[in-house]
T-cell receptor, first 111, second 117 residues
């Protein structure tokens, strides 16, 4: 069975500082990894996924199969980045959309 | 982007009653929808996969007779919590994939908060 671990429940940084939200996974096959974000009083939305290798809102994430990690990074945090972030995994071969979520990390960016 | 809408957003019911939650894909067709449950300050837990025109697939530990899922059309899936009890109080979230979209992105509803008294 797959598992996603986000070790930090809360993360606080100041505006302009670098931020890294950690995500580790456990899965025997080749996973597809995602980061979802939930802003205050809004629904969950996709931030980025590893197969796209894109940067969204300044965030990037690299899949490290050796370390089974998919950490989310941004070099200069902004106040509007304050939100709940979920790392999620989709096992290859399963119905796309059947996601296993991490526990989530609440990011607070202080002015 | 595509929109998934849930109704009601909040519902309070008495113990023993049944509650139905709707999940609609507003501008796309979804042959598959997913129902998640979220406990306070915890992660989302997949409950079941809703398949249009066929039976839902439930995750281990989820009672299919307790959580009835119907996916009668390509734009609507319903979750009925039968004989609800206080321990069923939770935040229920649905999601659907836009198969017609280029990215196949998964879109989430706004969630439905159920409180059972």
């Amino acid at each position: 069975a797959q598992r996603v671990t986000q070790p930090e429940k809360l993360l606080s940084v100041f505006k302009g500082a670098p931020v890294e939200l950690k995500c580790n996974y456990s899965y025997s096959g080749s996973p597809e990894l995602f980061w979802y974000v939930q802003y205050s009083r809004q629904r969950l939305q996709l931030l980025l996924r590893h197969i796209s290798r894109e940067s969204i809102k300044g965030f990037t994430a690299d899949l490290n199969k050796g370390e089974t990690s998919f950490h989310l990074k941004k070099p200069f945090a902004q106040e509007e980045d304050s939100a709940m972030y979920y790392c999620a995994l989709s096992a290859v071969g399963t119905s796309y959309g059947k996601l296993t979520f991490g526990q989530g990390t609440i990011l607070t960016v202080h002015p | 982007g595509a929109v998934v809408s849930q109704h009601p957003s909040r519902v309070i019911c008495k113990s023993g009653t049944s509650v139905k939650i709707e999940c609609r894909s507003l501008d796309f067709q979804a042959t598959t929808m997913f129902w998640y449950r979220q406990f306070p300050k915890q992660s989302l837990m997949l409950m079941a996969t809703s398949n249009e025109g066929s039976k839902a697939t439930y995750e281990q530990g989820v009672e299919k007779d307790k959580f009835l899922i119907n996916h009668a059309s390509l734009t609507l899936s319903t979750l009925t919590v039968t004989s609800a009890h206080p321990e069923d109080s939770s935040f229920y979230i649905c999601s659907a994939r836009d198969h017609g979209g280029g990215t196949g992105e998964l879109f989430f509803g706004e969630g439905s908060r159920l409180t059972v008294l």
